[in-house]
């Protein structure tokens, strides 16, 4: 087997949402390269432990990729420096021996810290329940079969259903918007026949959600795109514009 | 006590449709005095909560994540299951119902199972109707698959994220109810006890994660679905947080415990890489349905891939050893899960495996990409062939892919009648926490379909039933059972962070998850299970004296958390290791040692074992008491499996 890495972290620590942080550096060897960056912080966490520290906190869960929880902004990039990954699927190996890594949490204002690197990202909670979803009662529904959908729009409505909520399309952006995550469920809704008849009213209310959240204005960068570890495409803002736009002209009810 | 499943008489078809106009039910005006808190919002929890709101009751909802979005249903990739016939080929209620009685290995009740594959179907239309953006063929239709063991294409999926896409589904559903004012949701909360009231279910004991606050919630039921217990072993494919405490603290307080050895191994995973490794990552059986498992014929060869001095794809063909076909022709690669697994570990014992660990058998794509072209494996499997190239950097479009077993579902479970009520009163249990469906293994794409089933069809329906009988008066948190509930809950939390010990709770956890992987794993025999209770009681009271804690409770402290989840694992791990050392036979994913074919396939004693084994707490350090409910099969015939 091949030696591991050693590597210089500098790790934002902070100790409760009201306390200041600051970066703390710790150093840590012979760290496998098939290892998860996730585990090479288990590996100094239990370090940590053992001398009596407390552990660096950071928001994990499912570590494959797919839960969202993980929110690492690593050397200047949410979920680090590979393309399509979160954080628990980055590896070791993407970083070179030696390596100093900076570690941050998501930063905006509408994801406020809790401690260290966890942050609070209960603003896309109350983005969704303003108007993501369809409304049907359980039960009252036809044969699944009954509508036909074309195969373009099934599959381009599941391109925007990927999105895991994980906020680096916020983290990423320079004024914190949420254009991303609010037009990927817009986007998705709208191209389903069974999201069209709330689509106006579901446009308006997530949007408006949206400002009262804080979350900033999109100028159209694409840095939330590069970032997005599923690869949400920006024709999905495109897509929330137009529906946005064709809304505000003629919704009846706003 | 005795224990009785409720199942309704009358023939098999129509038990569900009768109960269903039997059970009572809360007049609509009514509905709004009367609360259920459901704990734990995946696919069976979220569903259900959403459900209960869409009926007009008040729900209290909770889950430990900071979201209910992340429940780890999300992370099931391969379908999910439905007796739709869309495919015309011969798929019915009965056939689904025929597969996972059979795929169990008979040891699931007949009547729960079938009213799962009655209520299939719905769930497919529920979940389009919630805007589901499930596969379609040209033609604007549903596309199937067919999945591990089942010979007909009934399995719906969304590419490989159909958890994801049904729990995004459940979860809408419940923002909506979130926003009309009809479920209050507590996200990074932890249910740490259940709360009786003159011996029936009537709260919960919870304890904020970030402020560290204990508090107590009432209401008039009690659902609990908060998944499984795989992560006993340490290394599994649940998510880090998926812990047996709400389920565990329901046993000590009164609900039986139900087949907790029946855990299924999943045979298709990415290899363990060293001992840094914090979980297990589960690549889809579906890709079973193209993929060949291999490894080669001779231990030598083997010998010199670990060494490098090979490539899997310079084994010429006739070195190759492509097992389950070979010993099972007429299903190949496509048997269950518990068989794939199981020849797995045959093949490393004898020194046939491959990797680094030699603990990994080949699943090569070769031969499909030849047939169908790279374009048309990308597009199925596209997504985990990206995952695994990010795991290990190997390109499985170029050389095979390698997989080995993991600890990935729990069949066992909180014991619960046909209405999905437990032996508490009030107190229910849904999706992967209950016993009910699977018998003794479960089938590829049957776990959302009983999240949801439950959540959905059945719950809403028999809730109504208990509801209708008990008084709609506000129950006080500030009654006495909550008071000495919250008591010892802080007790307990106290306890663990003055044990200043020098051992990391990660440690004890390391070493629980290796006696059980070692002992009570894919094969199980009376002297290693001797072993790993009298191992597992040590170092429980070994945990009890030297687990090492940091911080304080009133603060967001993860190792507080992972602590108490820990010293629950301790205990149930030796109720395991009891019900798999009392269960003499072979039997789904519990392999017996002693209990083989001539062949060294898996051999059931049905004359002996054909019940559920039911555990009830005695108390602490006494043996838990087992209760048989024996299983009736009216409608199958017991066969033994047969895969050839």
């Not at chain 2, 249990?429 to 999240?451: I, K, P, T, Y």
Request: glycine share 8%; proline share 3%; with cysteine.
């Amino acid at each position: 087997m091949e030696k591991g890495h050693s590597h210089t972290l500098k790790v934002w620590r902070q100790k409760d949402a009201i306390s200041k942080g600051e970066f703390k550096t710790y150093k840590i060897d012979n760290v496998s390269t098939g290892s998860s960056f996730l585990e090479m912080l288990d590996i100094l966490n239990e370090k940590l432990l053992e001398k009596g520290e407390d552990p660096i906190h950071f928001d994990h869960d499912c570590r494959e990729g797919i839960c969202g929880t993980c929110s690492l902004y690593i050397n200047g990039r949410p979920h680090g420096p590979d393309r399509l990954v979160t954080a628990c699927q980055l590896h070791m190996r993407s970083f070179k021996d030696g390596e100093t890594i900076t570690i941050e949490p998501w930063r905006a204002k509408s994801f406020p810290v809790i401690k260290d690197l966890i942050v609070d990202r209960s603003a896309f909670d109350r983005i969704i329940q303003a108007g993501g979803f369809v409304s049907v009662r359980t039960g009252s529904v036809e044969d699944a079969n009954a509508i036909p959908v074309a195969k373009k729009n099934a599959d381009e409505a599941m391109d925007a259903a990927a999105c895991i909520g994980c906020g680096a399309c916020v983290a990423a952006c320079k004024n914190a918007s949420a254009m991303l995550f609010v037009s990927a469920k817009v986007s998705q809704l709208a191209l389903l026949p069974q999201g069209k008849v709330e689509r106006k009213q579901r446009a308006l209310k997530m949007v408006a959600q949206m400002e009262e959240e804080g979350f900033g204005a999109c100028t159209n960068t694409g840095a939330c795109s590069a970032e997005c570890p599923k690869g949400i495409e920006l024709t999905h803002i495109a897509r929330l514009n137009r529906e946005y736009i064709n809304a505000s002209l003629t919704a009846e009810e706003k | 006590m005795k224990l009785d499943s409720k199942i309704p008489e009358g023939p098999l078809a129509e038990k569900w449709t009768k109960h269903k106009f039997n059970l009572k039910l809360v007049n609509p005006a009514n509905k709004r005095k009367y609360d259920i808190i459901v704990v734990g919002t995946g696919l069976a929890g979220g569903a259900a909560a959403a459900s209960f709101g869409e009926l007009g009751y008040n729900v209290k909802a909770f889950c430990y994540q900071d979201s209910p979005r992340r429940a780890h249903s999300i992370a099931a990739q391969g379908g999910i299951n439905a007796a739709k016939n869309y495919q015309n080929d011969g798929d019915s209620v009965f056939r689904l119902f025929y597969d996972t009685i059979k795929g169990g290995d008979y040891r699931a009740r007949e009547a729960n199972v079938y009213r799962l594959a009655e209520v299939s179907s719905n769930i497919i239309d529920q979940c389009v109707a919630q805007g589901v953006p499930f596969a379609r063929e040209y033609g604007g239709l549903l596309d199937n698959r067919s999945f591990g063991g089942a010979q007909v294409s009934r399995t719906f999926y969304a590419r490989g994220q159909t958890g994801q896409q049904l729990l995004l589904g459940a979860y809408s559903a419940l923002s909506r109810q979130i926003a009309a004012g009809k479920v209050e949701m507590f996200p990074r909360t932890e249910m740490l006890d259940v709360v009786l009231v003159d011996g029936e279910a009537k709260g919960i004991v919870t304890r904020n994660l970030v402020t560290g606050k204990i508090e107590s919630h009432s209401a008039h039921a009690v659902v609990l679905a908060t998944g499984g217990y795989g992560n006993v072993f340490f290394l599994s494919t649940n998510a880090m947080g998926c812990n047996a405490t709400a389920a565990w603290r329901a046993y000590k307080k009164g609900a039986y415990f139900a087949n907790p050895c029946y855990t299924q191994i999943h045979p298709t995973c990415i290899p363990v890489h060293g001992d840094q490794q914090s979980k297990l990552t589960l690549m889809s059986e579906s890709l079973r349905n193209d993929g060949r498992v291999w490894v080669p014929k001779e231990q030598s060869t083997a010998e010199s891939l670990k060494k490098g001095e090979i490539k899997p794809k310079d084994i010429p063909e006739e070195e190759r050893d492509y097992y389950l076909e070979r010993i099972y022709p007429s299903f190949g690669n496509l048997v269950p899960r518990d068989v794939a697994s199981r020849n797995a570990k045959n093949v490393c014992d004898e020194g046939r495996g491959v990797g680094e660990t030699g603990l990994a058998v080949f699943l090569d794509f070769r031969d499909a990409i030849q047939r169908d072209g790279k374009d048309v494996i990308e597009a199925k499997y596209g997504n985990l062939f990206q995952m695994y190239e990010k795991i290990t950097a190997d390109n499985p479009y170029e050389t095979p892919m390698m997989i080995y077993p993991a600890v990935h579902y729990t069949m066992g479970g909180i014991w619960v009648d046909y209405n999905l009520q437990t032996t508490i009163p009030g107190l229910f249990a849904a999706g992967e926490c209950n016993f009910s469906d699977h018998g003794a293994n479960r089938l590829g794409a049957s776990a959302l379909m009983q999240g949801l089933a439950d959540g959905y069809f059945v719950l809403p329906y028999t809730i109504g039933n208990y509801l209708a009988n008990v008084s709609s008066a506000k129950i006080s948190t500030d009654h006495e059972a909550f008071i000495e509930a919250e008591k010892a809950v802080e007790e307990r939390i106290n306890k663990l962070l003055n044990i200043n010990g020098h051992k990391t709770v990660d440690q004890f956890h390391k070493e629980l998850g290796k006696i059980m992987w070692d002992k009570c794993g894919m094969a199980r025999n009376e002297k290693g299970l001797k072993e790993a209770k009298k191992e597992i009681k040590q170092l429980r009271l070994d945990y009890w004296k030297n687990v090492k804690l940091i911080g304080a409770n009133n603060e967001l402290n993860m190792t507080l958390e992972k602590a108490l989840r820990v010293a629950d694992f301790l205990e149930l791990g030796e109720l395991m290791v009891d019900d798999a050392l009392n269960r003499r036979e072979s039997c789904g994913g519990h392999f017996r040692e002693e209990s083989q074919t001539e062949e060294g396939e898996a051999k059931r004693d049905d004359e002996n074992f054909t019940y559920v084994s039911a555990w009830e707490y005695k108390g602490a350090e006494k043996e838990a008491q087992l209760h048989k409910e024996i299983l009736e099969f009216e409608n199958v015939k017991l066969t033994q499996r047969s895969y050839k």
